[in-house]
Nanobody
Framework: EVQLQASGGGLVQAGGSLRLSCAAS????????VGWFRQAPGKEREGVSC????????HYADSVKGRFTISIDNAKSTVYLQMSNLKPEDTAVYYC?????????????????????RGKGTLVTVSS
């Protein structure tokens, strides 16, 4: 069965850090762009970060640049999102998703439902 499993969410104080993981099963990340979306209460889902396995390119939303780092471990078929200096406005459900034959330069214009595979979310709560 093909699936993505997101984990690592939790409650953290402002200024703290968390690392999210997105593990793939049933497929590998070859030729995929893998990214994170988030949806805060009452807001639309937004793309946060992407990594393209084909060219090792990355993309970050302006709101997280300099604070979040995305990486990939192909041996473990896992993508990580290291989140530092967290702010209350980072509070959201975070979803990982993957799309084949797309680079991050195009992924950033794609929506969540354009992804080939989408995982269940993991909740990140940042207290002030």
């Amino acid at each position: 069965e093909v699936q993505l499993q997101a984990s690592g969410g939790g409650l953290v104080q402002a200024g703290g850090s968390l690392r999210l993981s997105c593990a793939a099963s049933g497929f590998t990340f070859d030729d995929y762009a893998v990214g994170w979306f988030r949806q805060a209460p009452g807001k639309e889902r937004e793309g946060v970060s992407c990594i393209s396995n084909s060219d090792a390119s990355t993309h970050y939303a302006d709101s997280v640049k300099g604070r979040f780092t995305i990486s990939i471990d192909n041996a473990k078929s896992t993508v990580y999102l290291q989140m530092s200096n967290l702010k209350p406005e980072d509070t959201a459900v975070y979803y990982c998703a993957a799309v084949q034959y797309l680079l991050c330069s195009a992924w950033k214009y794609s929506g969540y439902y354009a992804m080939d595979y989408r995982g269940k979310g993991t909740l990140v709560t940042v207290s002030s």
